[in-house]
Structure formats: C-alpha cells, structure tokens
C-alpha cells in the first residue's frame, strides 16, 4: 500500500501549478497526517471542530488547518485562533459569528462562500441567485475581521460526468460574475474550491484552484 505523501507526490504531478491541494484528513489519524506533512503537504481539511481541535494540539503549528464542512455558529470560537480558510460560510448570520471571533482574536479569517449546485436536498449552501443576491446587497462589507476571498461547492455524487461538469460550470460562471461586478477591489478574491477525489480532474477543468482530496489518499474513511 502507498503512503499518503506518495498519493499526494503523484496528485501533484498532475494537477496544474495554479491549483492547491487541500489533503482532507478527517477520520484518519494524526499519524497519517504526519506522513503526508513530512513528504510537504501544509493544508490539511477538517469538518469536525472536536477532531481539529484535537489535531491542532499535537500537530506542527505550520499546518494550515481549512474547515471544510458545515460550521454551527456555536463552534465559531473554538477554531478562530488559528483557522487557516473556513471553506462552507452559508449564512449571513455565520460570517457575522466568524466577524466576531476573529476580531476576539485581533485577526482576520478568510472565508469562501459555499455556492450549493447539487441536486442532493440535504446539502448547505447558497443556491446561485441567493448568493449572487447577498453578494450584492453588500451587508458583509461591513465585518472588517473577515474577507470573502472566494466561492466553494460540491458536485452531486453521481456518475454522470457531463452532469457534473455542467454544476462545476455554473459555480465558474457565478465566480466570474460576481468578482467583476462586486469584487474589483478585492483583489484576495480569487479561490474557487471544487472537486474531490471521484471529480477533481473535471473540477480543475471548470475553474478550480483548490482541490478538497480525502479518500485517495488516505484510503476509505474510519469512522
Ligand atoms: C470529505 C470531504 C471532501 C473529501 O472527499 P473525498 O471524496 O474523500 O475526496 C471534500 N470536501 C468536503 C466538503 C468534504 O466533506
């Protein structure tokens, strides 16, 4: 069996030089994540507060910790001091929560907005006019702790690839949009992170710049 920071060496060699590779490690041990940080990987993903807690403790401080997952309001807090990118804002009242504990911190968080183009019901997430809307009505100018610095999505998990490459076209598309029109000055605005283990090829050719891989690298999750 390969090692993680194999996987990641091989990944890397195929993916663009432009697109930055998010090592999603949840449910997978800290030694796990050791092997993939001494082959070079820093970004790591998490989607449970608790489990990144844990794992910031024990693990080297240069690690970029992204939260990748649904972000409850409550739990803000416990990850303000040093998260790195949180992936999946849905609501106004979230950034404003982030706002509040970043500024607690005396830091900025950054934060993408996550866009929701899958036909699954259960999914978070802004539909295209709901995030275009509250990206325009401006009321986020407002937390001076945080910056929106770009869009996240996931595709819906089928096997259609021509299904799923039309969704990774919208969130593009949608990208495009609403930097030029609400976002010139921003010029940190520029993250657009799709695609995962089963779809990052196709994400990559539908405008990602950071790809979320999990499973092909560290194998089926232990839950
Ligand atoms: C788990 C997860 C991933 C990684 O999924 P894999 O299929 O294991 O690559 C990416 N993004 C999000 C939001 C996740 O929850």
């Known amino acids: 069996m390969k090692n993680p920071s194999q996987i990641i060496k091989e990944i890397k060699q195929d993916l663009p030089l432009d697109v930055q590779l998010v090592a999603v490690s949840k449910f997978h041990p800290s030694s796990m994540i050791e ?114 610095c770009g869009l996240m999505c996931m595709a819906s998990n089928v096997e259609d690839e021509a299904q799923i490459a039309s969704e990774f076209q919208k969130a593009e598309k949608l990208f495009n949009t609403i930097k030029k029109e609400f976002f010139t000055q921003q010029d940190y605005f520029t993250i657009r992170s799709w695609g995962m283990s089963d779809d990052y090829p196709i994400a990559v050719k539908y405008g990602s710049n950071m790809v979320r891989i999990g499973s092909k690298i560290f194998g089926p999750r232990v839950c």
């Open 35 to 148: 092997d993939a940080y001494a082959g070079g990987q820093r970004l790591f993903g998490e989607n449970h507060v608790q489990e990144l807690q844990q794992k910031h403790e024990v693990l080297p401080k240069d690690i970029e910790w992204h939260f990748i997952g649904h972000l409850q309001t409550n739990k803000v807090k416990y990850i303000a001091p040093y998260v790195h990118l949180i992936h999946a804002v849905d609501t106004h009242k979230l950034l404003q929560e982030i706002n509040k504990q970043a500024e607690k911190n005396n830091r900025i968080i950054d934060c993408l907005l996550e866009l929701h183009i899958a036909q699954e019901e259960t999914k978070y997430g802004f539909s295209v006019d709901e995030l275009y809307n509250y990206v325009k009505q401006g009321e986020w100018k407002q937390l001076n702790n945080v910056r929106i």
